[in-house]
């Protein structure tokens, strides 16, 4: 069920107290939200690779391979959660043309987009805690929930055939899934999705080829056509902190901020089915 909430001018918030953290806040539509929110007096982490904004003022930068699971499980441990407000995550990539696969034996994709987040809330969870200002922390989780996607859960690492948008479709899907799990099972915390549609950012080199023509020509047109990181950071840094989301988790929002259904194919058994997938692999690499 949709519901509506009330938006405000971005240039009427006032972060100051605010303590956010977003993983992948170092590139694209991460670095855009960080500096926004930091123009408004919010105190934000990034986590990534590399650094940009030591000229801004409130950003702390906590560099991180966000595509090794042992690494973002260190660094899991290392953040702030127990003052954390409000947690993000933005870091993605696309599928390449042939499998690619990181050293800990996950598919390149799933291991960048999806399941650094998946370890991550596993060791982040039972330490957000905060409630200074009166509501629960929340997570936003960006992806492209209420896309219709299903994605391939019996073939969750593409270990199979493989295919490039099959395999970014099931990160797509297992990103939605986590969602509606989190929030079935941690009610003491807030999340959200985040659909920003198509918005010019490096998230596609991979697949097309980074500095390639075929990037080249793409990006052009999505960024005539689309908004900007900085149009999209400004429009949504209100529903981050927003009252009328705290009774909503598992809602999610597309570019605009508009409330938008799941996606169907997404049942509670098939994210069940997601979870427990998640949780083999992430257990097969860290030992647990």
Do not use: C
């Not at 991180?64 to 702030?80: F, N, Q, T, V």
């Not at 629960?136 to 019996?154: C, H, L, S, T, W």
């Not at 099931?170 to 986590?178: D, M, Q």
């Amino acid at each position: 069920m949709t519901f509506e909430w009330t938006q405000v001018s971005p240039d009427s918030l006032e972060l100051e107290g605010k303590n956010v953290t977003i993983v992948g806040g170092t590139g694209g539509l991460g670095r855009a939200l960080s500096q926004f929110l930091s123009s408004r007096g919010a105190a934000v982490t990034v986590v990534g690779q590399t650094f940009r904004d030591s000229d801004k003022e409130g950003i702390e930068f906590v560099k991180s391979d966000l595509s090794s699971m042992k690494e973002s499980l260190r660094i899991a441990k290392l953040l702030p959660a127990e003052k954390t407000d409000i947690l993000v995550f933005t870091t993605g990539i696309f599928a390449a043309g042939t499998r690619e696969e990181t050293k800990e034996g996950v598919e390149r994709d799933l291991a960048v987009s999806y399941l650094n987040r998946f370890v991550m809330l596993r060791e982040l969870l039972p330490r957000l805690k905060s409630q200074q200002f009166g509501v629960k922390p929340r997570i936003f989780n960006m992806g492209y929930p209420g896309d219709g996607q299903a994605g391939n859960v019996e073939d969750f690492n593409s270990e199979g055939k493989y295919k490039a948008m099959g395999a970014h479709m099931t990160t797509v899907a297992a990103n939605e899934a986590l969602v509606y799990d989190v929030a079935e099972k941690h009610p003491e915390v807030n999340i959200f999705g985040l659909n920003p549609g198509l918005v010019k950012t490096n998230i596609r080199n991979n697949f097309l080829g980074e500095n390639s023509w075929k990037s080249s020509i793409v990006e052009f047109f999505i960024g005539w056509l689309s908004q900007s990181p900085e149009q999209y950071a400004r429009g949504i840094a209100p529903l981050l902190v927003t009252p009328d989301i705290e009774t909503r988790s598992g809602a999610i929002f597309n570019n605009k901020g508009k409330n938008i259904d799941p996606s169907k194919p997404l049942t509670k058994e098939l994210v069940e089915k997601y979870a427990v997938e998640s949780a083999k692999l992430a257990n097969k690499v860290l030992g647990w």
